[in-house]
């Protein structure tokens, strides 16, 4: 399975970051797997952001909840994230990842390169 992020790599502040992954090689909608967007900000550890699994359904951490909304479009494979009202500190590296489990970062199995994103007027 290969998996690729898309999206801007920069944005100002207050605006919205819409990312795409594309995924080929395996179906999203595939038993029992997980898509998961993990971001990584420059010098600190990996963070897991949300999923969505092969039936459709999210999950979401609850520090980013009330900022994120992830979706999938299954005709192409692919699945979104958007993170609203962004500030400097969403500055990360941000990858999509498939694995078996949903917020634990380290046990995706599957993983794009990572999109680099930076926040700034």
Known sequence: VQLQESG????????TLSL???VS?????????NWNWIRQPPGKGREWMGA????GITYY?????SRTSISRDTSKN?????LSSVTPEDAAVYYCARGLTVGVPDEADDW???IQ???SE
Not at 61 to 65: C, D, E, I, Q, V
Not at 78 to 82: G, I, R
């Open 112 to 114: 794009g390169q990572g």
């Open 78 to 82: 692919q699945f979104t994230l958007q």
């Open 61 to 65: 951490s609850p520090s980013l909840k």
């Open 20 to 22: 795409t992954c594309t």
């Open 8 to 15: 801007p790599s920069l944005v100002k502040p207050s605006q």
């Open 52 to 55: 969505i699994n092969y039936s």
């Open 25 to 33: 090689g395996a179906s999203i909608t595939t038993n029992y797997y």
């Open 117 to 119: 994103v930076t926040v």
